[in-house]
């Protein structure tokens, strides 16, 4: 059992940033795969970033995703966001330690944190 809790949401004006940051229980956080989804309302959720146990990421438009094995913490930065950026931002991990961007690749999620971006 894994348990991964997200922090670092909250309100941003267009053009700013914000670093989400997700930290997670358990010995083995340096063999798991991670990545980051997200899901407006009444929308899909849709991948955002991963990053794989040996450091191989994979991610889309501005975000870039890191990790701090030490600190068991998987963070996704966030540069030049928009209003289209809002979202729910959830993190994931996968036992297998690769990437992917098909969130059934993924055995745990946390519960989520909100970024709104508005003028």
């Known amino acids: 059992q894994v348990e991964l809790v997200e922090s670092g949401g909250g309100w941003v004006q267009p053009g700013g940033s914000l670093r989400l940051s997700c930290t997670a229980s358990?010995?083995?956080?340096?063999?798991?795969?991670l990545g980051w989804f997200r899901q407006a309302q009444g929308k899909e959720r849709e991948f955002v970033a991963s990053?794989?146990?040996s450091g191989m990421t994979a991610v889309v438009d501005r975000f870039l995703i890191s990790r701090d094995n030490a600190k068991n913490t998987v963070y996704l930065q966030m540069n030049n966001l928009k209003p289209e950026d809002t979202a729910v931002y959830f993190c994931?991990?996968?036992?297998?330690?690769?990437?992917?961007?098909?969130?059934?690749?993924?055995?745990?999620w946390g519960q989520g944190t909100q970024v709104t971006v508005s003028s």
């Open positions: 994931a991990s996968r036992s297998d330690g690769g990437v992917g961007a098909n969130g059934a690749g993924y055995d745990y």
């Open positions: 990053i794989s146990a």
């Open positions: 358990g010995r083995t956080f340096s063999c798991y795969g």
